[in-house]
C-alpha cells in the first residue's frame, strides 16, 4: 500500500477559465498534463458539466431590467447561483455548471 500525504493548494482561476477547469479535471481523472481544449470538449459532449463548477463568472447589472430581476427571483436558491443586491445594483455570481445548465439565462445575463 502507498501512503500518500495530504496536502492543499490554492489554484487562482486566472484569466482563461476553461484551462482551470481543465487542470481541475485532469486532478479528478489522476493526469498530470493534457490537452485543455481537448479535456473541455470530452467534459461538455459526455455532460460532466460538474468540473465546470471550478469556474466562476461575476455580473454586475442594474435594476432597471424586470427580466433580469424575474430571473434572479427564480434562481437565487439554486446551487450555483448567488446574489447581492446594492443601491439598484444586481452583484450576481454563478459557476460553469450553473452557466450549462441555464445557458438561456446565462446568455440574457451574460448580453
Sequence with gaps: MKIIEPKVELWKQGDDAKAHVARCARVCYGRETGNDEATIKRLINDEHWSMFRH?????????SDKTLETIVINY???IGFSYHYEKHVYYITVNGNWVLDHKTQFGYLSK
Excluded at 469556474?55 to 442594474?62: L, R, V
Design 55 to 63: 469556474g466562476t463568472y461575476y455580473i454586475i447589472a442594474n435594476d
Design 76 to 78: 437565487a436558491n439554486t
